[in-house]
């Protein structure tokens, strides 16, 4: 009972954010502009305008150092060869399993507050003191999904943003792009 009742919010949601993009788009191409919005407690530069404060998840996509788990192997005092260490056969395994999760993949996986203003995208992980900035400038590929967005940057990792707002941001990005 409880998962159809979240799924239908999710939908519900869903839907309300696919309207919003589609008016917004209309809005747009009929001359329109983009309605500033007040949001507290983010530091913007002189004359940056906020349009957008939503909440969503967000997510890097990167690469770390493989750290290999310590060898579960043992010495032997073999009576030709001497004295040798024998490996532990799981140690190949574990050696790919940390290969693997060193691979370049989506991590950090956390809510944030997303703010879009007329330099760029501004993200707060939830717990994080520190706004991180995604200027529009640096923007080199914007990728959209039914409800995520990835932005490429040529500067960082890039950045994947889910929620409700997504296709609204979409609509709002690609215009700030087009006007900048």
Same mark, same amino acid.
């Given at each position: 009972?409880?998962?159809?009742?979240?799924?239908?919010?999710?939908?519900? *949601?869903?839907?309300?954010?696919?309207?919003?993009?589609? #008016?917004?788009? @209309?809005?747009?191409?009929? $001359?329109?502009? =983009?309605? /500033?919005?007040?949001?507290?407690?983010?530091?913007?530069?002189?004359?940056?305008?906020?349009?957008?404060?939503?909440?969503?998840?967000?997510?890097?996509?990167?690469?770390?150092?493989?750290?290999?788990?310590?060898?579960?192997?043992?010495?032997?005092?073999?009576?030709?060869?001497?004295?040798?260490?024998?490996?532990?056969?799981?140690?190949?395994?574990?050696?790919?399993?940390?290969?693997?999760? *060193?691979?370049?993949?989506?991590?950090?996986?956390?809510? #944030?507050?997303? @703010?879009?203003?007329?330099? $760029?995208?501004? =993200?707060? /992980?939830?717990?994080?003191?520190?706004?991180?900035?995604?200027?529009?400038?640096?923007?080199?590929?914007?990728?959209?999904?039914?409800?995520?967005?990835?932005?490429?940057?040529?500067?960082?990792?890039?950045?994947?943003?889910?929620?409700?707002?997504?296709?609204?941001?979409?609509?709002?990005?690609?215009?700030?792009?087009?006007?900048?």
């Amino acid at each position: 009972m409880w998962r159809r009742r979240q799924h239908r919010t999710v939908e519900t *949601a869903r839907a309300e954010g696919e309207q919003a993009a589609s #008016a917004l788009a @209309v809005h747009l191409q009929s $001359g329109g502009q =983009l309605v /500033p919005v007040e949001a507290a407690d983010v530091p913007l530069a002189d004359g940056e305008t906020v349009f957008a404060d939503v909440w969503c998840s967000a997510a890097r996509f990167y690469g770390t150092d493989v750290v290999y788990p310590r060898s579960a192997g043992y010495w032997e005092n073999h009576p030709t060869f001497g004295r040798q260490w024998v490996p532990n056969p799981h140690d190949a395994r574990r050696r790919r399993e940390a290969e693997a999760a *060193a691979e370049p993949q989506w991590r950090d996986h956390t809510p #944030a507050r997303l @703010v879009l203003t007329s330099t $760029g995208v501004r =993200l707060k /992980p939830t717990g994080s003191p520190t706004w991180m900035p995604f200027d529009h400038c640096l923007l080199t590929d914007l990728t959209a999904g039914p409800s995520e967005l990835v932005l490429s940057y040529s500067v960082c990792a890039p950045l994947l943003v889910s929620g409700p707002a997504v296709p609204w941001l979409v609509v709002a990005i690609e215009h700030l792009r087009q006007t900048n």
